[in-house]
Structure formats: C-alpha cells, structure tokens
C-alpha cells in the first residue's frame, strides 16, 4: 500500500471547521483513500472514503485534490467530542480488508 | 444490535506464556480482521479470517495465529509471548472480505511482564 502523510496533531476550537490534511504522493490509480478515527479508549471508526470525486456524509467531508495526490477531510462544526486520532489510510480496491494505518493526527478541540 | 465485542478487556501474562483472545463480529458480517496496536502508533494489521480460513496476513510472526469458528467468532492465539507483545488488540468484522466500511472491537489489552 502506498504511504501517506499527516500532521502529527492539531488544534481546533469548538463549533469551528477543522481542515485535516492528508498527503498521498504516491497514489496510484486503483487506491481508494479512506480515512477512519479513533476515540480515546476505542477503537477505530470509519468516517468516510473516496477514489476521485469529494464525498460527503453525515460525519464529515472528503476534498480530493484533482491530481489525488492529497486530500483533506473536512468536520464542518468540530465539537468536543471530535477530538480524536484521525487516520488516512490508501487501500487498493483488490486489497482486501487490509488496512495500512500511518501515525494519524491527533486532533485538539478546545472549548 | 450489540457491534463486535471483544473478551477479556485485559490481560496480564508472563514472557513465555501463551494468550487467547476472543471476538464476536457484528451481527451479518462473516469476515474478521485482527489488528495489533502498540501504546502511541496506529494499528498494525495481523490476519483476516473468512469461512474459517485464514486470508490474508500481515507481518506477523508464526507465533501468531488465529482461528474463526462456523459462528464466524474468532480467536487469536499468541505463543510465547515477549514484552513487545505488550500493546491492544483489536478486532474488526465486515461483511465480505473487502467491505469498505470496517466495524472494530474496543479491543483487548494485553500486557506481557
């Protein structure tokens, strides 16, 4: 699986969108890219997944740059309960279940 | 629905013993995935079961097996155990082997000493 990158942690204030980035330089053409969290003390949770075209769902919101190098998960109104780690993660579409979790960004949400 | 649950919750072993770890998918899905998470990483994919065979591995020791039953529960076996088997255990169920949407477990401490 390719590799991906991400910040290692950043900061948000509650109510206000939070930008996490996701760098995937070395996508190649049959990796969707799904990105999952995971709550203090549980375990991971799928959040949303796309190939090409932004994706949107009732958690968040999936920017896929044209060139699908990177992309962005989008949480439109970060509340407390958001603060998590968040994972991008490429899998190839004949992968399997398999997934190739990276360090994640840490996600702050301050009141 | 009750989701995947896992058992026990922790778990304290000596080096050189041997640990069994139970799951129980989410009800409907068939397929099981075991995850091995040490303390401040992500996830590290073990092995996923599916109609009682083993399907895909990750790299993983043979120490490291598993079993899936015709209920489609799972178990995960690890012998000899070292001090870096110390980390969570996690289980993920789907329904099919390659489901988009991975459901997991809250996992299983282990702690080896």
């Known amino acids: 699986d390719a590799k991906t990158t991400q910040p290692n942690s950043m900061e948000s204030n509650e109510e206000e969108p939070v930008h996490l980035p996701c760098n995937h330089s070395?996508?190649?053409?049959?990796?969707?890219i799904h990105w999952y969290r995971q709550l203090p003390s549980q375990g991971p949770e799928y959040v949303i997944h796309?190939?090409?075209s932004n994706v949107n769902n009732r958690m968040a919101s999936l920017a896929i740059a044209e060139d699908r190098k990177s992309s962005t998960l989008i949480l439109h109104r970060a509340t407390l309960r958001d603060a998590a780690v968040y994972y991008c993660?490429?899998?190839?579409?004949?992968?399997?279940?398999?997934?190739?979790f990276g360090g994640g960004t840490r996600l702050m949400v301050k009141p | 629905d009750a989701g995947v649950t896992q058992s026990p919750t922790h778990l304290i072993k000596t080096r050189g013993q041997q640990v069994t770890l139970r799951c129980s998918p989410k009800s409907g899905h068939d397929t099981v995935s075991w995850y091995q998470q040490a303390l401040g990483q992500g996830p590290q994919f073990i092995f996923q079961?599916?109609?009682?065979?083993?399907?895909q591995r990750g790299n993983f020791p043979d120490r490291f097996s598993g079993h899936q039953f015709p209920n489609y529960s799972s178990e995960l076996n690890v012998n000899a155990l070292l001090l870096g088997d110390s980390a969570l255990y996690l289980c993920?169920?789907?329904?099919?082997?390659?489901?988009?949407?991975?459901?997991f477990g809250p996992g299983t401490r282990l702690t080896v000493t």
């Open positions: 796309g190939l090409t």
């Open positions: 070395t996508i190649s053409g049959t990796d969707y």
């Open positions: 993920a169920s789907t329904p099919g082997q390659s489901s988009y949407e991975q459901y």
């Open positions: 079961y599916y109609e009682e065979e083993e399907r």
């Open positions: 993660i490429l899998r190839d579409w004949d992968a399997g279940n398999m997934l190739t």
